[in-house]
């Protein structure tokens, strides 16, 4: 294989984003991807060359690290993604990595949901380290309706959420994947650029009526209390600091607190050359997934 040919690494490519763009960039004859795992034995179906990093042993980084042009970087959900992001980062400029593609969170520059700025803290330490980067913030993935932390939705027709009848905006995490890839092609282009991506803005009830109309069965909505959620996912192991951010998140969505919680924005077709998944589309594509 040429020496000549761009080295992607990958990070979280065993996630949803992670594998869907391992996938596409898989596929460009002129790339070299790797794919990054914690457990590199979960990797081995991606069929390219998986290589071990795990962000809470730093001696992992350097190593996967090596030869890399451009990093894909994805960081967990917990309060840990600072000091993580920041050891990576840091590995980063020290091997000569050229680009960072940084999957952040939605909202502006000034915003007050707390862990969408600890993303952007970080977006502020990669352009601090000087290289050159493209930062994405996506809006609320579509798939978090097929399951939420790890756990598999089954909810027999029921949509079970936490923000009542307000609408917010959407992305389809294979969209995100796309965006990716573009920006790691071409990181002349997208060089020091920041992509808000988020494309049908839906309530729950509307996502419900389209289900029931795409699918041929009967999809409810029902808001639940935003206490069930974070006791939920607290009992559930998740990281406290984190999951108390996102707690706060649905009740500031319901109350229509956050500025722009149900924008769209008109990018997609620029970057990628087609349209985005619509939520009937979506409910077409993973038909399977939702039917009871």
Same mark, same amino acid.
């Given at each position: 294989m040429s020496d000549s040919k761009r080295k992607i690494l990958v990070t979280g490519a065993t996630g949803q984003i992670g594998g869907a763009l391992v996938r596409l960039l898989a596929a460009e004859s002129e790339l070299r991807v790797v794919a990054a795992a914690r457990d590199q034995g979960k990797a081995t179906s991606l069929s390219v060359p998986v290589v071990m990093l795990d962000y809470d042993r730093e001696e992992t980084l350097a190593p996967a690290l090596e030869g890399i042009d451009s990093i894909f970087m994805v960081t967990g959900y917990t309060v840990d993604m600072l000091k993580q992001s920041k050891a990576i980062v840091n590995a980063a400029k020290r091997a000569g990595v050229k680009h960072v593609v940084h999957l952040g969170a939605p909202g502006d520059d000034d915003t007050k949901v707390g862990h969408w /700025?600890? &993303?952007?803290?970080?977006?502020?330490?990669? =352009?601090?380290?000087?290289?050159?980067?493209?930062?994405? %913030?996506?809006?609320?993935?579509?798939?978090?309706?097929? /399951?939420? /932390? +790890?756990?598999? $939705?089954?909810?027999? +027709?029921?949509?079970?959420?936490?923000?009542?009848?307000? %609408?917010?905006?959407?992305?389809?995490?294979?969209?995100?994947? $796309?965006?990716?890839?573009? $920006?790691?092609? %071409?990181?002349?282009? &997208?060089? /020091?650029?920041?992509? &808000?991506?988020?494309?049908?803005? %839906?309530? &729950?009830?509307?996502? $419900? =009526?389209?289900?029931?109309?795409?699918?041929?069965?009967?999809f409810i909505a029902e808001s639940r209390p935003p206490q069930e959620f974070l006791e939920q996912m607290l009992a559930a192991g998740a990281d406290p600091a984190y999951m108390k951010c996102a707690y706060q998140n649905w009740i500031d969505y319901e109350a229509r607190a956050i500025p722009g919680q149900d924008a769209v924005y008109g990018n997609f077709f620029d970057l990628t050359g087609r349209k985005p998944t619509t939520w009937a589309e979506f409910a077409k594509q993973h038909a399977e997934a939702f039917k009871y």
């Open positions: /700025g600890w &993303h952007q803290f970080v977006e502020r330490y990669i =352009e601090w380290s000087g290289i050159s980067f493209t930062h994405l %913030r996506p809006e609320i993935f579509m798939q978090n309706l097929l /399951g939420y /932390g +790890g756990a598999k $939705a089954d909810s027999k +027709g029921i949509i079970r959420h936490y923000i009542g009848d307000a %609408r917010i905006s959407w992305v389809d995490c294979d969209n995100v994947a $796309a965006v990716a890839a573009v $920006a790691l092609k %071409r990181p002349d282009i &997208h060089a /020091g650029k920041t992509y &808000h991506l988020g494309y049908e803005a %839906r309530s &729950h009830s509307e996502i $419900a =009526e389209i289900l029931t109309q795409v699918l041929g069965q009967q």
